[in-house]
């Protein structure tokens, strides 16, 4: 519990009605979450300070000075790279790619071996934001020495400058959070605390790379200041945080392993790196990382953000798809209908390929069994699509089983043989192969949206495959791999959205979210408290995601706890004797409200998996001055009523309030909600209200936000 209070210091004051005063916390958040100039300032001279070569001191008074010195580092035939580099000529070019962004491009030449590195880094002029990537290429026509230790971020961090009068008091306080191991725990925040002479270190496990842990920190800076720190690798990644004895804090990341030659014309890369600059406030801070996220890296279908999509699925009765048919799946979208729950998508789950007899997970033959779905897939396309409804069509190309086509017909394509095993995205004629078998099937069967899972841990077969001098090498080729099959797939189907999930949320790293959306952010689907503690986690860092909701039909509760941007449903229709008005009432208010999840995230109760407190978080669009509220009273809390502090409104507004479970609506001034608290009362246990808020026409002036559009 003392972890769980820790995560959202200084953020609001939550009361409990007839009890005291539980825990209390201090707002110092800054009036709006649009990016401060001091913030701007110190981003666009740290990317002047590296890519443009030159010393300036970042931001305000009390800020480190960032120097010309490389901000990452490997090392060359043994050699040091801050030693090596001097001996190589560079070039410095920059280009304007839109009116938000700059990209810069470092180019450093080894005259003696034909090594070319490039350093392509894009500085955003609307967000405190840097991003870069390491490019190595082998120009000459013999294979170099060995490139090894490969950091593509390696920078120090003080906690003020040093010519400042004395170092502030305080440690280094790092907030990350736990990936998606499938439990409870998915998701769950944490805060290291990063004291003098003491190390951290913080890695993907088993090569899929939000399995254990996820690859994005913010970092906290004694005497003010933060910096959030994002690793962008759909692969095993590590980050170390030093702290030496005077208070600097070296910080380096990148592939967990790497060391391996260059054959001549060859080309590979290295992990994304971003960095976000803050003026200290955490929660602020994550809200303009979601912003960035929002309006620089969530997909886009025809310029614009995906829309709300409620879909559903049968796949929980019939073994996912292996024991369904064209019948069953029309059925079950029928009554979806029939009972007023309009869908847009309709999920088609693991299992509609040849998988006798083991079943769903005999994944390598990726054709339609007609035995079961005589006209193809696209029967039920063709079927929904007269009432504006698309498929979502699950695959897994990457694992594949014994016994299967790939197995039996390409095993030289495959990390296992014919034994079945991982297909090696680096491969060049299987890559070909596979964009061009998943296209034919997505034309053919008119599929709406790609679904791919990857329920394999790959990292064991990738250093399997490795030479003793290309280590890493397998990795990165498939990274690299993966990461152009998806380019591909979007350039043929730009209308069409791709759905990443990898055993639920284990591949949810930056690079894989600039191309996909997440549906399914946990294999634990267990309604009610995990399903909060999964959101209160994940809206952190990611605003788009999904979540099925399973067989919950009849408790608005646990329907509650798991509303997402994206909603899934899993009813048995089979059973029409049900009464689902609570289903479509939450269906319902969604499509009114679930606008606002794209809108700041704020956390108003510490996180807990205790099922004798409240949990309770906001989501803020202030431009608009809307939002919601949502607070759940778990199964043994003993307080009926609560006055959670929201955040960011405007003290000289007046809002409107409304329950979505309570006719009419109340007012309240911001300086009262702000102050006092949103008076809030469940008499169940459990229970769980909603509240919309509006600032009431005419207190102050509307405008758009167009950050996200």
């Known amino acids: 519990m003392r972890n769980a209070f820790l995560f959202i210091r200084a953020n609001v004051l939550f009361t409990l009605t007839g009890a005291a005063v539980l825990w209390v916390m201090v707002v110092r958040l800054a009036s709006a979450t649009s990016p401060a100039a001091d913030e701007m300032a110190e981003a666009h001279s740290w990317a002047a300070a590296k890519f443009e070569k030159g010393t300036s001191v970042l931001g305000q008074a009390g800020r480190s000075t960032s120097s010309a010195e490389p901000f990452f580092s490997f090392t060359y035939n043994g050699r040091p790279s801050a030693e090596v580099l001097t001996t190589w000529t560079v070039q410095r070019t920059r280009r304007l790619l839109d009116e938000k962004r700059t990209q810069h491009t470092l180019t450093y030449r080894d005259p003696g071996t034909g090594v070319v590195l490039r350093c392509v880094g894009i500085q955003y002029g609307d967000f405190p934001t840097v991003e870069w990537t390491l490019y190595f290429r082998n120009a000459g026509d013999k294979e170099t020495p060995i490139l090894a230790d490969i950091c593509p971020l390696d920078i120090q961090v003080e906690a003020t400058a040093a010519e400042g009068p004395a170092k502030p008091a305080g440690e280094f306080r790092l907030h990350h959070h736990i990936g998606s191991p499938c439990s409870v725990e998915d998701y769950r925040p944490l805060e290291a605390v990063l004291a003098r002479g003491t190390a951290k270190r913080i890695t993907a496990a088993g090569g899929r790379p939000t399995n254990s842990h996820l690859s994005y920190f913010n970092l906290q800076r004694p005497g003010g200041g933060g910096l959030i720190i994002v690793v962008g690798w759909p692969g095993q990644w590590t980050a170390d945080f030093h702290c030496d004895e005077a208070g600097r804090l070296r910080i380096r990341a990148g592939q967990e392993q790497a060391r391996f030659k260059l054959l001549p014309g060859e080309e590979i890369r290295t992990p994304l790196m971003v960095l976000q600059f803050s003026n200290g406030d955490r929660l602020r801070a994550q809200n303009i990382w979601r912003?960035?996220?929002?309006?620089?890296?969530?997909?886009?279908?025809?310029?614009?953000l995906p829309p709300l999509l409620l879909s559903a699925s049968s796949s929980y009765y019939f073994d996912t798809m292996y024991r369904a048919d064209s019948t069953s799946q029309k059925f079950f979208f029928d009554r979806y209908w029939e009972e007023g729950m309009k869908l847009d998508y309709w999920w088609m789950d693991a299992g509609w390929y040849p998988c006798d007899p083991i079943g769903w997970p005999k994944t390598g033959t990726w054709e339609v069994d007609?035995?079961?779905?005589?006209?193809?897939?696209?029967?039920?396309?063709?079927?929904?699509?007269?009432?504006?409804?698309?498929?979502?069509?699950?695959?897994?190309?990457?694992?594949?089983?014994?016994?299967?086509?790939?197995?039996?017909?390409?095993?030289?394509?495959?990390?296992?043989?014919?034994?079945?095993?991982?297909?090696?995205?680096?491969?060049?004629?299987?890559?070909?192969?596979?964009?061009?078998?998943?296209?034919?099937?997505?034309?053919?069967?008119?599929?709406?949206?790609?679904?791919?899972?990857?329920?394999?841990?790959?990292?064991?077969?990738?250093?399997?495959?490795?030479?003793?001098?290309?280590?890493?090498?397998?990795?990165?080729?498939?990274?690299?791999?993966?990461?152009?099959?998806?380019?591909?797939?979007?350039?043929?189907?730009?209308?069409?959205?791709?759905?990443?999930?990898?055993?639920?949320?284990?591949?949810?790293?930056?690079?894989?979210?600039?191309?996909?959306?997440?549906?399914?952010?946990?294999?634990?689907?267990?309604?009610?408290?995990?399903?909060?503690?999964?959101t209160y986690g994940i809206a952190s860092w990611m605003p788009y995601f999904g979540q099925p909701m399973q067989d919950v039909w009849d408790n608005l509760y646990l329907m509650r706890s798991g509303l997402c941007p994206e909603l899934t449903l899993r009813f048995d229709m089979r059973k029409k004797q049900r009464d689902y008005t609570l289903a479509r009432r939450l269906v319902n208010h969604w499509r009114q409200f679930g606008r606002y999840f794209l809108g700041d995230y704020y956390p108003l109760t510490p996180y807990s998996q205790d099922r004798k407190v409240w949990m309770a978080w906001q989501f803020d669009c202030p431009e608009t001055g809307e939002g919601l509220v949502q607070a759940f009273r778990r199964e043994e809390s003993p307080e009926a009523s609560a006055r959670p502090r929201p955040v960011g409104l405007d003290p000289n507004a007046t809002y409107t309030l409304t329950n979505l479970d309570i006719a009419g609506a109340t007012e309240m001034t911001g300086r009262e909600l702000l102050e006092t608290g949103l008076p809030i009362s469940i008499p169940d246990r459990p229970g769980a209200v909603i509240i919309i808020y509006a600032k009431k026409e005419g207190t102050d002036n509307k405008k758009e936000r167009g950050s996200v559009q």
């Open 291 to 304: 912003r960035w996220m929002l309006a620089h890296n969530v997909p886009r279908l025809g310029g614009k």
């Open 370 to 534: 007609t035995r079961r779905f005589p006209n193809g897939l696209r029967e039920i396309s063709d079927y929904i699509q007269p009432q504006g409804a698309k498929t979502i069509v699950w695959f897994e190309p990457e694992r594949v089983h014994a016994g299967t086509w790939l197995a039996e017909h390409h095993p030289e394509w495959i990390l296992g043989g014919a034994k079945g095993g991982l297909l090696n995205l680096g491969h060049p004629e299987a890559w070909a192969w596979l964009v061009n078998h998943v296209d034919k099937l997505l034309v053919e069967q008119r599929i709406g949206l790609y679904r791919q899972d990857f329920n394999i841990d790959p990292l064991a077969r990738w250093r399997a495959a490795d030479a003793p001098d290309r280590q890493g090498m397998t990795e990165i080729k498939h990274v690299m791999g993966y990461l152009a099959y998806w380019d591909e797939l979007r350039r043929r189907h730009p209308e069409m959205l791709i759905d990443t999930c990898a055993s639920g949320g284990r591949r949810n790293d930056l690079e894989t979210l600039r191309r996909a959306v997440p549906l399914l952010r946990s294999d634990h689907l267990q309604p009610g408290i995990s399903q909060q503690c999964h």
